[in-house]
Each structure stands twice: as C-alpha cells, then as structure tokens.
C-alpha cells in the first residue's frame, strides 16, 4: 500500500465518497508494516487504557463492561470528564483528529493535495473561527472548566498510550488536543445536519427547469397528510419572495454540493407517555441515521459524579458529553428537524476589495492563509468575511479574480454557540423543567427533541436558532439567494457571526413548534406542523417513515394490548417500505404494460410477483432486490434526459420519490406515459438484476462500512441486513448511511440499546466490530446504568 494511494482512501472516506478495491501498489512496504509481529504497525497492538494514570483532577475510576463501555466514576466533576477524555484518546484519537483536521482544513498536510479543495473550502467557511469563538465564550465557564479538564485527559492517553495504527500508516505524528479541538467537532456535526445548499440548487432549477416545473419537483412543503405535530396551531406566517432572485453558476453548486449536509441523512424518533404502556411509564425511542463509519460516529459511555450526574448513553468522540441517552430522571433522544439556519447573499463588489451594503461602501475583513500540502506545493486561500458571515469564493479559471464566483454566507454555527453548555446541564436535568430549561440553550443545530422522564412527563420540541429574516423590514423566507448589497434577507441583530449571538431577531423558543406532555409523538424529519406561526424550512423529508411509526403507533393504541418496550424495538426495525404502497399502482401498470423483449436476461423474481409481495425489505427475498432497483431506474428514466437537456450537472439532486410518485400519470415528465417509462424502468431493473448475478436482496444489501484507509482487513464484513430508505429500520447500502444508534429506553430497567459496529477504534482490539453482528440481525445489547465489577484504569492525584 503506497503512501499516495492510502492518502487518497482517507479523503474519499472523510468526505463520504467512498474508495473500493484500493491495490496493494508497494509489496515490500506492506510486508515491513505488516508483518506479524514485527511489522511497525504492530507497535499499535498494545493500545490499552489500562493501569494507573496520573490527574491533575483528583481520583476517578473507570470500569470496561462486556462491550468495551467505560463505566466512570468519581466525586469531581472534572475528574470525572479528565477520564472521559483519557478514555477517548485512547479508543478514539485518530478519528477524533481527523475531523478536526478536516474541519480546520488541515487535511492536505497530511494527505496530500487531493484534499486541497476540502481544504480551501473550510478554510473560507471558517469553521476554526466559529469554534475560537465558541470557546471564548464558554472559557472560564464551569462547562468551559469542564471541557478543559477533558481536553486534558484526551492529552494525558496522547502521552501514555501507544500511538494508533493509521498514524503509523501514514508516518506523521498526532497533535495535542485542544478545547477549540472538541468545539469544532461540535461543528461538524450541527453542519452536517443543517448545512444544505438546497437554496442553491433550487435557484439553478429555477434558472434551467423554470419557476412552475421547479415547484411541481422540488415542492416546500410536500403534500402529505403526517407531520409531526398532527393537530394545528399557530397562526399563519407573512412571508414574501422574489423568482427573479440571482441563479449561482453550476460549477459552484457542484462544488458546494461535496461539502453540504447529504440529502439522505435522517432518524426516527418517539415517546409514549405511561397512558399507553404495560408499565404505566413513559418509554422513548430513538434511532438517528448518520453515516455509517468504521468506527462508528458514537462512543457509548456511562458517566457517574457528583450527585446528581449519573448518565449513560452517547457522545461524539472528541466532544465529553452525552447527547442521546438516559440519566436517573429522564430518558432523551433528537432527530433532525430540517429548519433553513443557512442563507447566501452576492455583492455588488469593486476591484479594491469592497462591496456595497445599502448605502455604504465597505470592505471585505480579508486575510491570506496557507494549505500545508504533503508532498507538494503549499496553497495559499483568501479567507473573506461580511457583514453577513463568510464569502465562499471559486476560481474557475486558477487565480483569475473576474471569474470568481462569491457567495456571502449566514449560517448560525458561524456564531457563538452555547450548545455543549445545554448538552452538559441536560445530563444532570433533574426532570422535565431542568430538560426543557438546558434545551433553550441548545443553540444549533436545530433538532427535534423527545423526553420523557421517571415522573411520567413526556415532552417535544424544536430546539435551535432559527433566524427571522427581513427584507426592508418585512418576514421573508429564506428560500432564494438574497442580494447583500440591497440589505435583501437581513437578519435580526441577535446574530453575531464570529461572535456572541443572543436569541434577537430569531423565533422566541416558545413559538417554535412544541407539545408538552403529548400522549405519544413520532418524528422521522417529515414537516413539524401544518400550521407553523413562522417560516421554518424549505424542505423536510418524504413521509414514508413517519407515515409507517404513526401507523404502528395508531393501532397499537387503538387495541386493547398496551406498548411496552418489546413492541418499540419491533416498530424500530419495522422494515415494511412505506414507498411500497405508493408505488404499487405504477408497477401494475408497468405489468399491464409488457416488458420490452430481452435476451439473456434470468431475473430471480418476476414483475408480477411485486403486486402480491407485503413490501418487505428482507435480505432473504428476491422481491425487495427487484422493487429497489426498479425504483432507481424509473426516476432515472423519468428525469435524466431532461435534466440533461436543460443543462443541469450530471450530480444535480433529482426529486425525491414521493414527488415522483405523486405525479399525475399523463405529466410531460413521462413524455405523457407513465405506464411505458415504467416498464421500460422495470427492464432496466431486470437487466441490472441479471448482469450482477444477484438472487435475493440480500446480497445487495450488505453492510458497506469503510475505514478511512478502505482495506478489507479494517473495514467491517459485509453483513447482509434488513431495511431501506423507505423503512423504518432506515439502511442505505450503497452509501452506508442507515441506523448510527439503536436506542430504547424505558424506566423500569429495561432499556437497550446497539451500536453499528464496537466502542473501540482499535483495529486489535475484541471489541473493534464485536456489536456489528447483533446491529445487523437487529438485536440489542443492555444500557443499564450499573457499574461492573473491578477496575481497569485508576486515575490518582498527580501532576502526570
């Protein structure tokens, strides 16, 4: 494996594009890495937190169950998150700083300059200044007192742990952690969930497709019968727009587009109060689906302090506190809530490095930074800001400043955030007011949340920024790109970008979209409301999985057998495709049709076959294979040429299924002949079937989940499982995007939970993949918040 071909695997990794079957170019070089016990990297094999460790913090102790997850204890509250960090440097550290590297745009020094353009466009984004910022906001906070005693301890395993595997392979040497470090994975993840360039590509549609084929394809919101919220209240927004807003070159939109939150990415989540269950006790449930990685995107842990923290559940690695988890009065979990935080501006601009806002000349707060590049030259990038935020700049033609194309950026993670403040009080909520009192400080991203706590309560709400937009002092919807110069889409005073933000200027908590104490509620990033008091987002996701969890949920309640955990974790790996039901019709048209006459062609299961099929995603059945493949081929078949012919770019985003199963049969889009583009889809299908020398589902459907280095001894095995983008048990094969966390949690001990793969990074340790099995045959583990016996790292009074 040479050094090039490693570099590259890692950036397509981190990105999320993926690399397969990466040659072994560098034989010689494999073997002296590799050898069975002699090779370098086997230096890594020892990596153990283990034994005892010097803290600066006072005592702690930390006990490893049966799945590798550290139970930690002590009476400090910094010498409980000092272990924390000790326990994610030493399972976690190269992930942990390859994101940060990957945020600050500081990937290129280490692989080279196939990550410049990553590089670059985090660097103009400026994510490290929002991070500085953050930082400086919280230092000298008791989160912030917290938050260094962890960073501390990420450091402490840095010193005395041996320096893991993928360091080794790419022959540079980690760096110390920082607080800046834990608050930019913190912004990575709120941009990976609210960072959407759909204004974006909506404006291109609009350029291309025009206005009335635009919002037939890309609707906001889509007409369907099951938000989250199932019974209105609020009163109607005022807002205005303008179809003569500025289109963005398609260059810069493809560009952008590597670098925005994945359209795919969703979850699901529910709390039933005590009225509905045998217990008599509220349960939740919650399963977000992230991207599929090796490691996984969490780390479990169960933390215990002074009283009242005692919490178990999961974190990012490189960020100390649980996010989704259960502490001893209440039991939470969030799931995307798809609100538009994010809005692009261009500029009148002059030569001198100006731009015009409303009256006024001002200038471009510019610097020069450098990209380290590993064998290669150095890359210098202009990082710009406005009034506004950032300015993302392309250059089409190198250097050449008349061709660039700019975009000015509010986004509200560019500010000062409180979030991992609210995160930290959450853990030690004492009950429902405690919860709801940390979440008003959940600053971004701006998520669905579900609680429920011993006490019976149960609650839901939206938490985050959510900027109130104006154009000359009216509400505007933040659903095309705004001219900066004319003051188009301002927003309210309260945001600071690179600064400290108030609530000013953004929806006031208590009219955002809530319910407390609901019987039970479902989310699964379908619209919050039918009636929503303000402008809260361009565009949610099908209803496909909420439709199905408020089916599951409906009838349950409408029978005499009561819920209880048993039936949540059933609902949660409910694989029934709400796609099917929609679909139906067109694939008995496709049938009634006749398929066009094929040559070679052995399909495992026939078209016809799909009409008495339960819509199933099962691995063992051929009928999903076909369904699955059928429905790629026919939005392929509806759309793809047109696309083509209006010149969108080959990777433009085409409309989601349920707007092209909504479509009237007779619409232009099928040339008239729904029936026809659906048989000849079904062909494609069949062919596609045929030509892999695939028989049932599952051997397409496989877990796909890479290590950054994409080398079959690292990356996990290729698992057959359940599930779809249409069901509730959410998987996406090919893109490895699906169940991040299976998580139901009850109050009468009972809660379990599963992660898609082991606790530890550490590719020789048992517990690299051991859960991946269970997760893939949908099984559980228990998330009892009980410390095992023994010791297996004691932390002791010391400076180290």
Request: hydrophobic share 35%; aromatic share 10%.
């Amino acid at each position: 494996m040479n050094k090039e071909t490693t570099r590259r695997a890692v950036l397509s990794a981190v990105l999320g594009a993926g690399v397969g079957g990466m040659a072994l170019t560098d034989a010689r070089s494999y073997l002296e890495r590799f050898a069975p016990g002699s090779g370098t990297v086997w230096g890594a094999a020892n990596r153990n937190a283990a034994g005892r460790v010097e803290s600066p913090y006072g005592a702690a102790t930390v006990s490893y169950d049966d799945d590798h997850v550290p139970h930690v204890e002590a009476d400090d509250e910094r010498a409980v998150y000092f272990a924390v960090g000790y326990c994610h440097g030493a399972d976690r550290l190269f992930q942990m700083d390859l994101y940060r590297r990957l945020m600050a745009g500081e990937l290129s020094a280490v692989v080279g300059d196939v990550a410049v353009d990553s590089d670059v466009f985090h660097r103009q984004l400026d994510f490290a200044g929002a991070a500085e910022a953050t930082w400086e906001r919280a230092e000298g906070t008791p989160t912030g007192d917290v938050v260094k005693a962890y960073v501390d301890g990420v450091n402490r395993a840095l010193e005395q742990e041996s320096t893991p595997l993928e360091y080794r392979l790419l022959s540079f040497e980690p760096r110390e952690w920082t607080p800046t470090a834990s608050l930019l994975i913190s912004k990575q993840i709120s941009w990976g969930l609210t960072g959407s360039f759909r204004t974006l590509r909506r404006a291109l549609a609009r350029e291309r497709l025009g206005s009335e084929a635009t919002e037939e394809l890309y609707p906001r919101p889509m007409d369907h019968g099951v938000p989250i919220i199932r019974e209105s209240g609020g009163g109607a927004s005022v807002v205005t727009g303008s179809a003569d807003a500025a289109t963005p070159e398609p260059g810069l939109v493809s560009w952008l587009e590597s670098f925005g939150t994945d359209p795919g990415i969703g979850s699901n989540s529910w709390v039933l109060s005590g009225e509905q269950t045998a217990s008599g006790d509220p349960i939740v449930a919650n399963d977000p689906h992230l991207n599929l990685t090796v490691p996984p995107v969490w780390y479990e842990q169960h933390v215990v302090g002074p009283d009242p923290l005692d919490v178990r559940g999961v974190c990012f690695p490189g960020v100390p506190f649980v996010i989704i988890g259960q502490n001893h009065a209440g039991a939470w979990g969030f799931t995307n809530a798809g609100a538009d935080v994010i809005d692009f501006y261009t500029y009148e601009t002059t030569g001198d490095g100006s731009y015009r806002y409303g009256e006024e000349t001002r200038e471009f707060d510019t610097r020069t930074e450098t990209v380290e590049v590993a064998d290669g030259e150095d890359v210098a990038v202009t990082v710009k800001r406005s009034v506004h935020g950032s300015v993302l700049t392309q250059y089409p033609d190198g250097d050449d400043f008349e061709q660039a194309d700019e975009l000015g950026v509010a986004w509200t993670g560019l500010s000062a955030t409180r979030t991992v403040e609210a995160v930290r009080e959450l853990n030690v909520a004492d009950g429902l007011e405690e919860a709801a009192a940390a979440i008003r400080k959940f600053d971004e991203p701006t998520q669905n949340f579900v609680y429920a706590d011993a006490d019976g309560d149960t609650y839901y709400w939206v938490t985050g920024q959510i900027p109130i937009r104006t154009t000359d002092g009216e509400p505007v919807q933040g659903t095309r790109v705004f001219d900066g110069s004319a003051r188009e889409g301002e927003w309210g005073p309260g945001y600071t970008p690179f600064g400290e933000s108030s609530w000013e200027g953004f929806v006031p908590y208590e009219e955002k979209p809530g319910v407390r104490n609901p019987d039970y509620l479902a989310t699964a990033n379908q619209r919050l409301t039918d009636d929503p008091e303000h402008y809260l987002s361009e565009g949610y996701a099908p209803p496909f999985r909420g439709g199905r969890i408020y089916d599951r949920l409906d009838e349950r309640a409408a029978s005499d057998e009561s819920m209880d955990a048993a039936f949540a974790r059933d609902v949660q790996l409910d694989v029934v495709d709400g796609r099917y039901e929609l679909f139906r019709p067109i694939v008995g048209e496709a049938v009634e049709e006749g398929l066009p006459v094929m040559v070679d062609v052995d399909p495992p299961v026939s078209p016809a076959a799909l009409l008495d099929w339960d819509g199933g995603m099962r691995p063992g059945d051929p009928e999903p294979l076909l369904f699955e493949h059928w429905l790629r081929a026919f939005r392929d078949r509806t759309f793809e040429a047109a696309f083509a012919d209006a010149g969108l770019p080959e990777d433009f985003s085409k409309p989601n299924l349920w707007v092209l199963g909504t479509l009237p049969p007779d619409s232009e889009w099928f040339d008239g002949d729904r029936a026809a583009v659906a048989a000849a889809a079904m062909s494609d299908a069949l062919e596609t079937l045929s030509d892999e020398g695939w028989e049932d589902y599952g051997d397409w459907n496989r877990v796909r989940f890479e290590h950054p280095f994409d080398q079959p001894f690292l990356n996990y095995d290729q698992l057959r499982t359940s599930g779809s983008p249409g069901t509730v048990r959410n998987f996406r094969s090919e893109s490895s995007r699906g169940a991040s966390w299976r998580m139901v949690a009850t109050f009468d001990g009972e809660s379990r939970a599963i992660l898609p793969g082991g606790n530890s990074g550490d590719y020789f340790s048992d517990h690299y993949d051991d859960q991946l099995r269970d997760w893939a045959d949908g099984e559980y583990k228990s998330m009892a918040r009980t410390v095992p016996d023994g010791v297996d790292v004691t932390f002791e009074e010391g400076d180290g």
